[in-house]
């Protein structure tokens, strides 16, 4: 809203995940919470007990399948599952910011974006591909 009250242009992208809860892959998180957040010993241990072990059943008429083990998903509706996403996203804000781009993370949807100068042709070249950059990495991981 403030590089348009100063008479700029913003480009949006609206990335949407389905099911993100459903994605989180548990190696890669544990991971993260230990290469980027320097998480170890009792506090890594606890986040996988949270985690891991984990089983499923999904129940039709009388048929009772066997149970799957998760090795992906974040419990929705819990107090930690919020923070867990945030933390599992994080390379994605990490990547924004490298190329200028400012984002807001949230767990179903994700927005990028830039402002344009549109009285600068540099500035809103630069601002541009920038943001083209950052998607073709998003695409890519």
């Given at each position: 809203m403030m590089s348009i009250d100063q008479g700029n242009s913003?480009?949006?992208?609206?990335?949407?995940?389905?099911?993100?809860?459903?994605r989180v892959d548990h190696n890669v998180l544990f991971s993260r919470l230990k290469d980027m957040f320097g998480l170890s010993g009792k506090v890594l241990e606890w986040f996988r007990s949270y985690l891991e072990q984990r089983f499923q059943r999904v129940c039709v008429y009388t048929i009772f399948p066997d149970v799957q083990l998760l090795l992906f998903c974040v419990r929705q509706g819990?107090?930690?599952?919020?923070?867990?996403?945030?933390?599992?996203?994080?390379?994605?804000?990490?990547?924004?910011q490298?190329?200028?781009?400012?984002?807001?993370?949230?767990?179903?949807?994700?927005?990028?974006?830039?402002?344009?100068?549109?009285?600068?042709?540099?500035?809103?070249?630069?601002?541009?591909k920038n943001l083209e950059h950052c998607m073709q990495i998003f695409g890519s991981g």
């Open positions: 913003v480009l949006v992208v609206l990335l949407d995940l389905s099911a993100p809860f459903d819990s107090v930690l599952g919020p923070l867990v996403f945030t933390m599992y996203t994080r390379p994605l804000g990490i990547i924004g490298r190329f200028g781009v400012k984002y807001h993370l949230y767990p179903v949807y994700t927005h990028l974006y830039t402002s344009l100068d549109s009285n600068n042709v540099l500035n809103f070249s630069s601002s541009l």
